[in-house]
């Protein structure tokens, strides 16, 4: 008995991250480890976590939006990252469990949060921002049956998530260590179709 669609019931990937393979084809994803905030049967959507943005920080953000820093020398160099390719001018902070928007902040899983908010860009600058935190600029979306299909054509690995791998400092690491958490060595996959 075959089935005619993917079937998402037993498969929530919400809190489990994509590590994209070597040769996927758009260079927005090359060794990119994504972050999914969200999975169903309606589509998926994520943050890329080990992308940060060229010449970007959040101080510089925060003074764009004319949000006044009290910690300025804390948060001066906390990069701010891709996080995929759809609405680009639009933030999103994934964190730690110990801040909740006043607004609205997505409990993702036990240890992590999204939030879409200035609040909490407020807040950082205030220094009563999430201990652990990771600024995005845009996301990684799918549609209905879209991430499965690119599952099925090995597009993605899925692995647990971790705080290492979300908030790591090592950004260039963080696609070699998801692998390794499956076992996996860069060193084994194909690199056919991932270089210009």
Known sequence: MQDSEPDTSDSDLTGRMLIAMPGMGDTRFDRAVVFLCAHSADG????????????????????????????????????VFFGGPVETGRGFVLHSRDFQSDVTSLDVNEGVSMTATLDILEEIAAGRGPERRRMCLGYAGWGPGQLEEELQQNGWLVCDSSDALIFGQDADGIWEAALG????????LSEEGGQA
Request: net charge negative; no cysteine.
């Open 44 to 79: 998926a959507m994520g943050l890329i976590v080990n992308k940060p943005a060229p010449g970007l920080e959040i101080a510089t953000l925060l003074e764009q939006l004319e949000i006044v820093s009290e910690e300025d020398r804390a948060i001066g160099f906390e990069p």
């Open 181 to 188: 958490s499956l076992g996996v060595s860069s060193l084994m």
